[in-house]
Structures are given as C-alpha cells and as structure tokens.
C-alpha cells in the first residue's frame, strides 16, 4: 500500500460492500463524510460509525467530495447514477458485472472499483489481500483510481470491463457455487445427526491445497475415473432429483477434464 | 490425543493415504514394521522411509503384526482380503465408501478407520484436526480402535457403515465437486489471461467464512434472487454446453434453496 493525499469520500449504499470499504477507506485516513442509502436507518449506522452524515435524499449529496463511491445493487445502479446531482470528484461502482460505460452519459472522471472478495457482515476482512481490479475514462482516471485502491490494498489491477466479467463469472463459480457445494455437503451430513463440523478440515485443506497446486491437477475421487460403483451407490443416496442431476453432471464433468489431462 | 500402547503396524498399500498414514502412526510411536504394495518399488520407497520390510507377495505379509492397515483402491480391496494370510491382530479398511462387512468372511477383529481429508502427495498435514471415524466388529474391537486412533487425532468419532456412506457422499462434494468449481473458475480467468492466483483470497475466504456461518447463510451472488439479467449474460461467456448446464443447474438449485429459507 502506499501513501495518497488523503479524500473525501462520499458512499452511495449502505450494504456488505460499503460497509466494508467505508472501513477499508477510513482505516487508510480518507475521510468518509457521507452515506446516501435509500434506507436512512442503514445510511444513519453506516455513517454514525466514521463520524459521517447520512440521507436518503439524492438531492442532499453532497458536491464537492473527492470520490463517490457507488455500491449499489446492480438493478438499482442505472436509475441512480441518472438521478444523482452533478458533483465534483470521481464517480466509481463496485459491480463485477457492469461496465464502465453506465456513467457515459453524465460526462466525465469515473471509473469501476472492484475488490474481488465476497463480503459478509460482522467477518473482519484484511484488505491489502484483496486484489481490487480498477478502470477509468482516462488514463487520468485510472492512474488516479490506482493511486486510490494501492491505499487501501496491496493487489491493485486494471481490467477492461470485457475481462472483468469473465472474472464475475469466475467469481461466481470460485464462491457462489462452491459454497453451495458446502451447503448441499452440509445438508447430506446434517440429515444423518453428524455435525458439518466434521467436514471443516476437508475443506479447509480442498481449498488451501490449490494455492499449491492447480485444481486440475489437485482433483482425487471417484468422478477422476469414472467408478460407476461407487457413483451408483451414491446416487442411491440422494433423494432429490436435482441434487442427483448435479452430482451426476459434474462427475461427468470432472471426468471429461481428468480425460483431457491424459 | 492420549498414551496408548505402542503397535506394530503392517500397511497393505503405499499411495497417498498410506503414506499420510505412516507418516502418522510412527509419528505416534508406533512402529511402521512393513509395507505390502502390488507396486515393490512403491513398497520399497515407503518401507525405507521407516525402516519397514517391504514385499510385493501377499504371502511374505507378516503375521504377527497388531494392526493390519489396508489403504488400497477400492475395486481391489476385495480381492486383496480373500487372498490375505491368516494373522494375529485386528484387520481395518480405510475406505469411505465399503462396509465394514469386506471382513467378515475372513473371521473377527476387524474394523474400519476413515480419515476424512484430502491427501496428497508432498503436502503436510497436522493428522491430530484430522477427523478419524472408526467402526468395529465387536465392542472390544471398536474400543481398541478409538484407543488406537487417539493416539493420531483428536477428533476421533464411532460412525456405522450406513452413515459412513453419506459421510463419504458429502466429502465428494465438500471436496470433489468444490476443487471442480475451483477449475472451472481458472480456466475461465486463465482464457482471459488473468492469472488463477487473484481469485485465492476469494476461494479461501469462501472456505474460512462457513467456519463461522453456516453455507446456507452464507451464499451471496445473483443465483440467490435469480437475477436473469446477470445470469444471462454469464450464459453467454461460457462456450462449453456442460459448463452452461452447470451454470443453470446450480444456479437454479441455489435459488430453490435460498427460497426454503424465506
């Protein structure tokens, strides 16, 4: 991380990820000095906590910050982004899956701020481990976006919006869907009285194991091989058809991958 | 862990849970005093590193051993009891998918111990967190085997063959179906020439955060409100037919299970 002038940051949105970087942003010194939410009670906890004022009111943001930080459901962002004041400063989102381009349209210094991590309330977070992906309209812009993110984190990247989605993609396999793995793991375990517990050291070590070695090469079980015994039996097992259809296209999949490694 | 008699230990297999495993058990102090693999080289590179015998003949398998660990691939396992010698001590499997019942042609003491980890070749791993779930023929059996199993783990649990099976069902996706995830997010950010290495803080904190919440609470993402605008658009980067199954088939059972919550 390194040193900046110190900012003013204005946050329009209240949730996991403002939450966060509110924290991320105050910790490095920046001043965060309003919270927009369109829940004043969420804009008023947010903003009691860095000495911020807070609204739900577009029209009392204020003008003359330094960065406006948008985080924001995705379905919301467009119609905000039309309805806020024209202000000074920097306007970024944190949407993995929007481009740059939603800001065209109210002219000029703004850029897309996304730290790669899944952000959840009350878990404290070490920012400078999370890489932050940044773009601008300029090279003004990005310069100064980086400048901005290497403050609070030490894995800073710029990326055009047409990659950054292939990364929510990614993102969405790497957390969404492997969580939901631990979900379905969990249930299967829990129905027979055995405490998800048990399962924790697997996964811990599942998920430490490929900062080792590559998941392709990391795979083990019996989808590798294709063993329809023990698959048959397994599927036995499971009662839902969709949580059958799923273990069986994925062992598929796995086999076809451990195939193309041969 | 606790004190317990010192034995002499026969491994039948020497791949990766045989070697954990003696790593383990002469870690405890027990004597590793020979290793059987249909591979003598194998065998050989195992034995020497304890300074046990090694044979590739079921016949020269020692006799008088106090515990007889097989760690073999299931589909020979079977076969490989059959054509045992008869021996003092007590036999155990350590296969998460085959009954304890593989013994009972071949007359008692008998029993199963299942570490419930990952293990690969080349990575350490603290045996004393690891989950051990054992199961005997008889109560002196199993008694002996917990006994035997404290003496590596402290987390050492009796589990039946029946529950045995889910448990094994569940590791296939806490651990199996999860490092998929895992590869299928690399090659996509790999595609685009951004390296796996970003999404790590990411996979691990996935991983770290249902230690604390569990999976169910804990999913975030577009899949959770089936948010069509977001899924579509991944849809349409993913190439692969399977991989947009996947994709729709995960999502969908995400939502289905998000729902049941409400």
Not at 41 to 46: E, H, I
Not at 60 to 86: H, N, T
Not at 219 to 246: F, S, W, Y
Request: with cysteine; glycine share 6%.
């Amino acid at each position: 991380m390194t040193e900046e002038k110190k900012l003013s940051v204005v946050f329009i949105g209240s949730g996991n990820v403002a939450t966060h970087l509110a924290g991320a942003f105050s910790g490095a010194g920046h001043r965060v000095v309003q919270i927009y939410s369109r829940s004043l009670q969420n804009a008023r906890l947010l903003g009691e906590k860095y000495g911020a004022t807070f609204t739900d009111c577009v029209d009392k943001i204020y003008r003359d910050a330094d960065l406006y930080l948008f985080a924001v459901k995705d379905d919301v962002l467009p119609e905000l982004i039309r309805q806020m004041p024209v202000t000074s400063g920097v306007w970024v989102h944190t949407a993995g899956s929007l481009p740059l381009s939603l800001f065209a349209e109210r002219g000029e210094n703004y850029g897309v701020f996304y730290p790669l991590q899944t952000f959840t309330k009350g878990r404290e977070l070490n920012f400078s481990e999370i890489p932050i992906f940044v773009e601008g309209d300029s090279t003004t812009t990005e310069e100064k976006m980086q400048a901005i993110a290497q403050t609070i984190s030490d894995n800073v990247n710029l990326l055009s919006s047409e990659k950054r989605k292939y990364l929510h993609l990614a993102a969405v396999f790497a957390c969404n869907f492997t969580n939901h793995m631990y979900a379905l793991a969990s249930e299967i375990v829990e129905n027979q009285q055995i405490p998800f517990e048990v399962l924790q050291p697997l996964i811990a070590e599942t998920a430490s194991k490929i900062m080792q070695i590559a998941p392709q090469d990391a795979q083990t079980g019996p989808a590798v091989r294709l063993d329809e015994t023990v698959m048959q039996n397994h599927l036995k097992l499971l009662t839902d058809n969709c949580e059958r259809d799923i273990y069986t296209l994925l062992s598929q999949n796995i086999h076809i991958h451990a195939r193309r490694k041969e």
